[in-house]
Nanobody
Framework: QVQLVESGGGLVQAGGSLRLSCAAS????????MGWFRQAPGKERAFVAAISRSGGITYYADYVKGRFTISRDNAKSTVYLQMNSLKPEDTAVYYC?????????????????WGQGTQVTVSS
């Protein structure tokens, strides 16, 4: 198993930037593909970005492509989400998740372990 703890959320003005971190502990971090998801009030949890075990493959939802960057540091057992040009519609709780199959996937039900989430609020 792996335990995930997100950090880095907060309040930012539209156009600003935030960097989320997700620290993992437990089983070998590099054996998991990692993903970021978000959930806005009253909406379902939605895919944001994913990264392969080595970091060589990344995939983004269309609504964040060109603005967000996912990366990982396997030596630090941490995955990051750099968020630039933030918009009010990016406001949500952001979750990181681990997929023990190692595949880069987009479905909520395809991920096996989840963090507790971190709130991101973008003001207009």
């Amino acid at each position: 198993q792996v335990q995930l703890v997100e950090s880095g959320g907060g309040l930012v003005q539209a156009g600003g930037s935030l960097r989320l971190s997700c620290a993992a502990s437990g089983r070998t971090f590099s054996s998991y593909a990692m993903g970021w998801f978000r959930q806005a009030p009253g909406k379902e949890r939605a895919f944001v970005a994913a990264i392969s075990r080595s970091g060589g493959i990344t995939y983004y939802a269309d609504y964040v492509k060109g603005r967000f960057t996912i990366s990982r540091d396997n030596a630090k057992s941490t995955v990051y989400l750099q968020m630039n040009s933030l918009k009010p519609e990016d406001t949500a709780v952001y979750y990181c998740a681990a997929d023990e199959t190692g595949w880069v996937r987009v479905g909520v039900t395809e991920y096996h372990y989840w963090g507790q989430g971190t709130q991101v609020t973008v003001s207009s």
